[in-house]
């Protein structure tokens, strides 16, 4: 898992060999230390080269031990011993120096990069801290301010940053293993004491609280209720406070911490269902590895509203050519500016030209006749979306797919209308579509593999983050929602305040609670979805809203707010109030208050004090509830895909893994007893009795998530 050469006579060679990213398994760390020791015995050695196997450092720790207990040689004195050698220790880094690898290439005495290598201490991202002496050699390195901002974003940075910062001390510009070597013979016989970063002083400066304090400020601001960011710039402040050995306990303190935390195992856990999430698989066998996908050159966008705009901005910018479509040549104009300054913009930032060529705007559908495939983003309604689909058909060549980016309504009915059923698939994108990762790609019921592979191949290519879902209602993400609105409407009814609800869901570490989200969003698309499948209309007094609809309860208090012209932030009042139409800071609204009490008077509610825990417990068990659900129905293949469609479409926060994560962490014994208890209390709920599948796995003695697809297979069959 190393291997050693002695080269140009007195150099060592020490290759880590673990592909794809030589991650430092017990093997190679083995392996390492039996190199070091033989190349600091070995007479003719006069100087070390570290490199790794096909071009590629190190990518760090491996992720798989993390779950089980370690074993092996540990890295910190590992990267120590070869610290103290007293023959100089050069890391030559190719492709990829992160994590442990980066931690230890600072243990080195000097670093070389080649211009392709990139560097980075992503250990945040996965709910931890980099604990083999990054958190304390790098500030030494590069200084406080820098050491932060990587440490605390875990940003990889190219080899001509990593120069300018001063965490290599060259840049290649063809191998770095040969530089390396080069390097490594010019220092021969040089003192190696000013190049062990574990013996400098802490790197102390007057300003340094304030540094830290600004940084733990955003933080706190960027990634609500995540710890490990925080224990980031504890850490980094013991590199400016204590001796290099007494930062090394904090570090590992912080690190234990951490380790202890739950976080650490959802972020870890979020990483392997993004991982997994591509690797969609059918009802009918057919899967992301036994199905081909089709190539897609030329694209067509129908409607260029909010959503049609960014999906074609990202089709462009993957080099796909759009012939983009609107009703009038007003619209089409409107689109076109928009989606031009767009992707004017984005080349600006990126230092290119816009890929404008690949854009047509035109009012025929003629236009579409050579596109692979169609993506229509015209309004939420199901009959102008038939016709639609209808015209297609009479344009596009027969092969052609047709995806619909709508977002809840029947895939199965809109492609019945369609010469070619096998074709259609939903291709459900969240706004703004040029930002926003997720893509749901959803199949129906005669959709063919090979759409939803090439639906799902697309999506990779325009770098989306790709979860492959039954057809429903809502799907599953906007299914789940649907649930955890009610929650949050019914609870304002109950007592709470919307500022209550969203601090709750805050705090929580939501980036946005829900009623902000639903300003955001417009609260008349939610209203204009209700009028069509008739919960508003002349059949229901407008004036004096009943509270039941349906057979189960019903919140009338979103229809009130549409009713007084309070969409959100576009008319500047919503559930908060706006300084203007179209701006963003929400600021509590008085008569919002009036209005809610007004409300329960006239329902004779008496409001009650509702709890943070018990908002907690209502939106996130009323999620999960449904999520089981999708999975009893085999809407989602996995409780993963679900939890990566919300960790990716709904801000759910990483570090609590998804909602199927948080239920089986909090424990689903626990879940189901809640979710008893709350439909007790609220009987006209439905959505709040627990699932079938819920119960099942709770007899089943809870297996662990990971468990759950097996579990789910057996039991569908006794459901
Ligand atoms: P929008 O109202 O902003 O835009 C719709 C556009 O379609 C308009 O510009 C309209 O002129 C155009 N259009 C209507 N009929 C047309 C036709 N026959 N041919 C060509 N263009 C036509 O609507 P938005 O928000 O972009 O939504 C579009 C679809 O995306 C809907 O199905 C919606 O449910 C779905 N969606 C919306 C999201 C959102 O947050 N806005 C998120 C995800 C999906």
Known sequence: MARYARVKGSIALITLTNPPVNALSAAVRRGIMESVSRALKDEQVKAVVFCGENEKFCGGADIKEFSGSMSGPPLVPLIHSIEAGEKPMVA????????G????ALGCHYRVANTKA????????????????????????????????LITTGRHVSAQEALQLGIVDQVAQGSAVQAAMELALSVIGQPLNPRRLSLRAPVWAPDVDGVCDAALAQVKQRSRGAMAPVACVQAVRAAAMLPYSKGMERERQLMDTLFRSGQAQAMQYAFFAQRNAGKWSLPNGSQWNNTRARDVQRAGVIGLGTMGRGIAVSLVKAGISVVAIETDAKQLESGKKAVTAMLQRDAQRRGVSPPLHLLTFTLSFHQLRDVDLVIEAVFEDMNLKKRVFSDLCKVLRANSLIC????????????????????????HFFAPAHVMKLLEVVYGARSSPEAVATAMALGK????????????SGFVGNRMLKLYLDQSVYMLEEGATPEQVDQALEEFGFAMGIFKVSDLSGLDVGWRVRKASGLIGPDVDPVKPSRWRLGRRYCPLPDMLCQQGRFGQKTGRGWYLYDSPGSKEAKSDPEIQTFLEDYRRKYGIIPRRITSQEVIERC?????????????DRIAASPEDIDVIYLFGYGWPRHRGGPMFYASQVGLSVVLEKLEHYHRIHPDVPSLEPSRLLRRLVAEGSPPIQQWKSHIKNLRSHL
């Open 620 to 632: 996130a068990f009323a999620l999960a509830n449904e999520g089981f659900r999708i999975l009893e």
């Open 101 to 104: 690898g980066l931690e230890l």
């Open 118 to 149: 990139c560097l980075g201490l992503p250990e945040v991202t996965l709910g931890l801290l980099p604990a083999a002496g990054g958190t304390q050699r790098l500030p030494r390195l590069i200084g406080i301010p820098a050491a932060l901002e």
């Open 404 to 427: 619909t980016n709508t977002s809840g309504l029947n895939v199965d009915e809109l492609a019945a209308v369609t010469d070619r059923q096998p074709l259609v698939v939903g291709m």
């Open 461 to 472: 290519r325009i770098e989306k983050v790709c979860v492959a879902v039954g057809n429903c």
């Open 92 to 99: 030559a880094i190719e492709g990829v120096a992160l994590g």
